[in-house]
T-cell receptor
Framework: DSGVTQTPKHLITATGQRVTLRCSPRSGDLSVYWYQQSLDQGLQFLIQYYNGEERAKGNILERFSAQQFPDLHSELNLSSLELGDSALYFC??????????????FGPGTRLTVL | AQSVAQPEDQVNVAEGNPLTVKCTYSVSGNPYLFWYVQYPNRGLQFLLKYITGDNLVKGSYGFEAEFNKSQTSFHLKKPSALVSDSALYFCAVRDGGGFKTIFGAGTRLFVKA
């Protein structure tokens, strides 16, 4: 158990809908990262937050957004869902910020299926 | 821009034999290098990292990795493979001082009994 929790575990929805994925980082970790893992794209970095502020952006679509709250939990919002958004979404956390050598601790993931 | 390559989609090895999973990287500054493992239906787990110092890094479950600056490589090794090592392995790189960690495409390791 990494200490990172994600809810829900599974999510099935329809095209055009909007969903919210939730992540609670390990106790004491200030950085939260979101990743998308699909069969054809591998593990894609989406976005990183540190102590409530966005710090790095990866291949995140405009239909997707995220935020980190004062209690450090984070939410990833996916809207206008398309079939191709079906994937495993991982949240990870780490202690540090830029230049930090800290490894990331991954949650169990949320499997999103868009029908 | 930083990047990481895992040239093999799959590595097959017999139990008891040594294994190597390859990784090469490109960064502009000093690299921070990581290996993670993913078992089916699980999140990634940290195995080991290189930040500075000794080029041979030891990690969890008997794995080690060798940092080679001239070849910009960070290959994962284990002297004697176990069937339970069968999983998906990811190499990752962070440009020291940067925010982003970039993951390779992953290498699937099959260890046959």
């Amino acid at each position: 158990d990494s200490g990172v929790t994600q809810t829900p575990k599974h999510l099935i929805t329809a095209t055009g809908q909007r969903v919210t994925l939730r992540c609670s980082p390990r106790s004491g970790d200030l950085s939260v990262y979101w990743y998308q893992q699909s069969l054809d794209q591998g593990l894609q970095f989406l976005i990183q937050y540190y102590n409530g502020e966005e710090r790095a952006k990866g291949n995140i679509l405009e239909r997707f957004s995220a935020q980190q709250f004062p209690d450090l939990h984070s939410e990833l919002n996916l809207s206008s869902l398309e079939l191709g958004d079906s994937a495993l979404y991982f949240c990870a956390s780490s202690v540090g910020l830029a230049g930090a050598s800290n490894e990331q601790f991954f949650g169990p993931g949320t499997r999103l299926t868009v029908l | 821009a930083q990047s990481v390559a895992q040239p093999e989609d799959q590595v097959n090895v017999a139990e008891g034999n040594p294994l190597t999973v390859k990784c090469t990287y490109s960064v502009s500054g000093n690299p921070y290098l990581f290996w993670y493992v993913q078992y089916p239906n699980r999140g990634l787990q940290f195995l080991l990292k290189y930040i500075t110092g000794d080029n041979l890094v030891k990690g969890s479950y008997g794995f080690e990795a060798e940092f080679n600056k001239s070849q910009t490589s960070f290959h994962l090794k284990k002297p004697s493979a176990l069937v339970s090592d069968s999983a998906l392995y990811f190499c990752a790189v962070r440009d020291g001082g940067g925010f982003k960690t970039i993951f390779g495409a992953g290498t699937r390791l099959f260890v046959k009994a």
